[in-house]
C-alpha cells in the first residue's frame, strides 16, 4: 500500500483519474493505481481495532479510504461499480473515519488525502513533529492523537472488503 501512496503526489492534479496508459498487466490496470490497495484493504485496515497504537497505519488507511470514496465519486474507472452501494458505503466510512479522527466535514478529498499520506510517511521515518504538520490541514496534534488510538470502525470494515471484491471484478475488459 506505500507504493500507491508514494503515486499520490503525481497523480494529485488529475486526482488518479488518469495515471498510467491503461496497458494491462495480467489482470491488473495501470489505469488504476488503486487496485492494489483495493485488493489489499481487508487484510491492511479490515479490523480498524488492530490500528489502535499504529497511527503511521492508521493513517495512511484513513488515506486510502479518502482516495477509494473520492474514486467513486469523480473517477471514471470507479463510479460505474457492479455494487451499486459501494458509493454510499464509501462516503459513510469517509464519514466515520473522518469523525474518529476529528476531522471537519468539510475537509476536501485531494487534502485530506494528502495529509494523511505525508502524515503516514512523516510516521514511518519517526518523525512525529513532520506528522503533527501533514495533519495541520485536517486537525494537527489532536488527529495524531487519536490516529494513535483508533477504534473500531465497522463502516470502515464493510467499505474495506466491499472494495476488495469490487477491485476482483471485471470491468469492460479493465481486468
Request: hydrophobic share 45%; proline share 8%.
Amino acid at each position: 500500500m506505500k507504493n500507491a501512496l508514494l503515486a499520490f503526489p503525481l497523480c494529485s492534479a488529475l486526482f488518479l483519474a488518469a495515471c498510467g496508459d491503461g496497458r494491462l498487466v495480467g489482470n491488473i490496470g495501470l489505469a488504476d493505481p488503486l487496485r492494489g490497495p483495493a485488493r489489499a484493504a481487508p487484510f491492511e485496515y479490515g479490523q480498524t481495532e488492530k490500528l489502535a497504537g499504529r497511527p503511521a497505519a492508521a493513517a495512511e488507511a484513513a488515506a486510502q479510504i479518502e482516495a477509494f470514496a473520492n474514486a467513486a465519486e469523480t473517477d471514471p474507472l470507479w463510479t460505474h461499480p457492479r455494487n451499486a452501494t459501494l458509493l454510499p458505503q464509501l462516503q459513510i466510512a469517509r464519514r466515520e473515519f473522518r469523525q474518529a479522527l476529528g476531522v471537519p466535514s468539510a475537509t476536501p478529498p485531494a487534502v485530506a488525502v494528502n495529509a494523511f499520506a505525508q502524515a503516514s510517511a512523516a510516521l514511518a521515518q519517526a518523525d512525529t513533529r513532520g506528522a503533527e504538520l501533514a495533519l495541520a490541514p485536517v486537525g494537527g496534534g489532536a488527529t495524531l492523537a487519536r490516529l494513535s488510538n483508533l477504534p473500531r470502525l465497522p463502516r470502515v470494515e464493510e467499505a474495506a472488503q466491499a472494495v476488495a471484491i469490487e477491485s476482483n471484478r471485471n470491468h469492460h475488459g479493465r481486468g
